[in-house]
């Protein structure tokens, strides 16, 4: 409990320093060759100096003034194979956005970074990091739309219902071991994609979650509720246009109290059949890289928020989005 608290600490006050000064910051909590997992068009960084410089330095000089605004925290113990103690947060980086960032047409007014972050802590160090920020969210923002419409809503999207996702003191430890469990029950369950050609969707979903569940997707798919209409609006639709679908495996998969999530680098390998967000079937595989957090509700999982790198996935497959930016800006 106390390596846990311990983690925890560390990185708050990592976000603290981060506010005063990124460069400082990084030199102080990160070790020298620690990792940086970013979202295109950062990917992977090996030098927390330079993620200072080339992020955080950028951001904060556009979206001035910036927030945290947590909606969860959480520490827990890895039990896959890189192990380790990992804190886990998810929210909204929230600021005035005054400056471009990315090609981004500023707007002088609030915005919102939706991000989730894993930071793997070894003694006083932050060693390894995955950290997925949703670009297309805060072009929409703008009033840049990047994709088609979507099959779900287009919302700034709120943390848990329960209000209860930031957890800075100690949890009961048998909470976060039954969150975990219906983690991993769920992961389990959909691993060999049998589901909805064996038995379907409405005989599958259920055994994992809640009715009312609600699934909080990234930008160019969107939010639904219930699993009525998860099944219509994304899961359906998901499977029907993606084939050829690997699971890579999680680098992280930690809970605490009634959340958890896990990372993958990347978690998927799939191939556009046709019609998924949009694009046409194509012969091209693609990588899925994505960060799942979750509340459990009872024995189940009830409120799901999704971060997949949709700009690194289509930049696969020759499509690349932020190269469109001038041509939407007229």
Known sequence: MSELQSAKTLVRNYYDALDADPVTAAKAYFAPD????????????????????????????????????????????????????????????????????????????????????FHRVEGDRITDTAMFFDIPHLMAQAGLNLFPSQTGAQLIQPGPMTHTGVMFDPQDPEEGRKTLAAIEFMVNDIRDWKGREEQGLEEELPRSWNDDMIWWGPTGIGSTYTIERYIKQHSGPFRDGLADRHFNGHIARIAEGEFGGFFGWPNLTLRPSGGFMGMPATDKLSDMRVIDMYRRSGDKLTENWIFIDLLHFWNQQGVDLLARIPYMRG
Not at 59 to 79: P, Y
């Open 34 to 117: 620690a990792i940086w997992r970013g979202y295109h068009p950062f990917h992977e960084i090996h030098d927390p100096v330079e993620v200072a410089e080339r992020f955080w330095v950028p951001l904060q000089s556009s979206l001035r003034r910036m927030q945290r605004r947590l909606d969860i925290f959480l520490a827990g113990e890895n039990h896959l194979e890189s192990e380790g103690v990992w804190v886990a947060s998810m929210g909204h980086l929230m600021g005035l956005f005054d400056a471009p960032w990315l090609d981004i047409p500023h707007t002088n007014k609030i915005a919102m970074l939706r991000y989730s972050e």
